[in-house]
Structures are given as C-alpha cells and as structure tokens.
C-alpha cells in the first residue's frame, strides 16, 4: 500500500469514525496530516542529532510514544475500531522502543525514575499539545462550512 493510500485511510477514518464528518471533505485534510505529522517527525531527528552530543536532548522521546500508543488506543476506542492506522506500528514497534531506550538513558544515568521525571512531563505536554492542533483543525472546517 502506498503512502498516498495510507493517508487517505487515515484521512476517511478520523474524518467519518472520530470526527462523524464527511469522509473525503470532511475536518481532515491532506494537508493537515501532513503538517502535523511532519512537525512531530520533524523533532525527532533533530533531536536525535542533538542527542549524539548531548544525551538530554533524547530524554523526552520514548515518553512521546508511549503516550502516543495510548492516544491511537484511545482513537481505536472512540472510532469503534481498535485496529486503526498506527495502531500497530505504535504498540509492536515504538512502545518496545521505547522501553528499550528508557532503560538505556536510566543506564547512562540520565535520569533515576522512570515513571516520574522531566523528560516523561515533556512527552506528555507535547501529546498535550496536539489537542491544540485539533481544535485549530475544528475551528478551520467551521469556517470552510460557513463559506460553502
């Protein structure tokens, strides 16, 4: 399956399962899964270069995933649809990342607890974030009804 058809699932399910819009012209578009995906991906190298001199620029990653996992669990509930884009690649690739790269920086000595920490309230403010990015996308596609 292509890229281009993987968005356009992604588009047609949180538009007509999540949001109860239109599928194809409804609160998501091309282009809003494109921008906040690249935001997201785009911190991630970043940081990760960072993180090749200074280790503290990773810490807040594998947090980022795991809550985003629980975010794709939590759209499957909503939608009625547990298996959802993401989904899988979030809880059978990113969360054992994640744990794997936990006990890394725990190693590295990072940081001593690793359910509770800075790095852990920086992945969690970020996925907080995102409810921003949906609620811009809202009131975007209540303007573009009011226009017709």
Do not use: C
């Not at 906040?36 to 090749?52: C, E, H, R, T, Y």
Request: hydrophobic share 55%; aromatic share 16%.
């Amino acid at each position: 399956m292509s890229t281009y058809s993987r968005a356009v699932l992604l588009l047609s399910f949180m538009n007509r399962d999540i949001y109860h819009t239109d599928p194809e012209k409804g609160l998501v578009d091309p282009n809003a899964i494109l921008l906040i995906n690249m935001v997201v991906w785009f911190f991630f190298p970043l940081s990760g270069f960072q993180a090749m001199t200074d280790l503290t620029q990773a810490g807040w990653m594998p947090y980022f995933v795991i809550f985003q996992a629980v975010v794709h669990l939590i759209i499957g509930i909503a939608g009625k649809r547990l298996f959802n884009p993401g989904m899988i690649t979030a809880w059978l690739l990113h969360v054992p990342w994640a744990i794997w790269t936990i006990s890394l920086l725990m190693k590295a000595g990072l940081f001593t607890n690793p359910y509770w920490n800075g790095y852990l309230r920086t992945g969690l403010y970020i996925n907080l974030a995102l409810p921003v990015a949906g609620f811009i996308l809202w009131m975007r596609y209540q303007h573009k009804i009011r226009q017709g």
